[in-house]
């Protein structure tokens, strides 16, 4: 079937491509909330892969900020998920560390 001659209208076009005008065609955006949240998680993050006083341990938060840049590129909301929820354990080991290190340094000092 051949396209209209006037104009050509979205619903159309999703009619005549069907499951194709997926990759072509957003079906949904991220809501303004959850953009704010992942940006939060990034900046965290970097701050992780910046701050990170042992060598090669900024590594994981790296990927873990590729797989949120993976979801928002292919538009996943799975993936999103599952980067967001990689991060939370990625920070709070990272926290755990500091923590532990906060308190190993101090249990130092109190041996002299």
Known sequence: MEAPRDYVTLG???GRLRKHS?????????LEGTKRLVGVVVVMLNSA???APIPLTNV????????????YLEE???VLLIALLAAI??????????WE??????WLSDLR
């Open 12 to 14: 159309w076009l999703m």
């Open 22 to 30: 997926f990759g072509m065609i957003r079906w949904s955006t991220p």
């Open 49 to 51: 892969v910046v701050l």
């Open 60 to 71: 994981v938060p790296a990927l873990v900020i590729a797989l949120i840049s993976l979801a």
């Open 76 to 78: 996943d909301g799975l």
């Open 89 to 98: 354990i990625v920070m709070t080991v990272a926290v755990v560390v500091v």
């Open 101 to 106: 290190t906060v308190f190993g340094g101090k």
